[in-house]
């Protein structure tokens, strides 16, 4: 799996030193709200276990899956719900913890939907942020790194399914792509 990867961009070290960081932020801005952290299926799930251990605050934690890649390496633009949260929402801080934020799409769909649920406030942190990729206009409140415009895989990022499970982010050989 190693060898299919051009080049490493975050190491699991560098990860884990931004995380204690955006954790430090979170936990001062929710001391006293207990926010609902909704974790966006699959690719959010590395960073959201990781970064809620950190966080020394009460709250609760869900999951919703949407895809708008199905695998590939190009957004659809369309965004699908696969399965929904368990919780009502109503009246809640909810925190969005998403991997990556790329055209814009997965998010805004998102946002949308909370506060349509009556949501009491919604914010986002990812960990990484690809503002070149943009098509809607959307922001993260809490970003781990800001990338470039490459296609990335590890820590919950994947292509076909495959790779999320690499500790580290690192750019995929465009020869592992090309021939599919
Ligand atoms: C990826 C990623 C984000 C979203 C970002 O999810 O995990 O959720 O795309 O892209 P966007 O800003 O262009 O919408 P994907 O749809 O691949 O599903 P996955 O998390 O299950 O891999
Ligand atoms: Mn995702
Ligand atoms: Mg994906």
């Not at 070290?13 to 995380?19: A, D, G, V």
């Amino acid at each position: 799996m190693n060898n299919d990867i051009e080049r490493v961009l975050y190491s699991e070290e560098e990860i884990n030193r931004r995380m204690d960081e955006l954790a430090k932020q979170l936990t001062a801005e929710y001391r006293e709200q207990r926010p609902l952290i909704i974790s966006v299926m699959t690719g959010a799930v590395l960073f959201t276990v990781d970064m809620i251990k950190r966080m020394d605050i009460m709250a609760k934690l869900d999951f919703i899956d949407v895809s708008s890649y199905y695998g590939g390496t190009s957004s659809t633009g369309e965004v699908k719900l696969v399965q929904d949260l368990k919780s009502d929402i109503r009246g809640r801080s909810i925190l969005i913890m998403e991997d990556i934020v790329d055209t814009g799409h997965t998010l805004k769909f998102l946002i949308e939907l909370l506060k349509e649920r009556g949501a009491k406030s919604v914010k986002v942190c990812t960990l990484l942020d690809k503002p070149e990729g943009r098509q809607v206009e959307v922001k993260a409140d809490y970003v781990g790194f800001n990338v470039p415009n490459e296609f990335l895989v590890g820590y919950g990022l994947d292509y076909k399914g495959y790779y999320r499970n690499l500790p580290y982010v690192g750019i995929l050989k465009p020869a592992v792509y090309e021939k599919d």
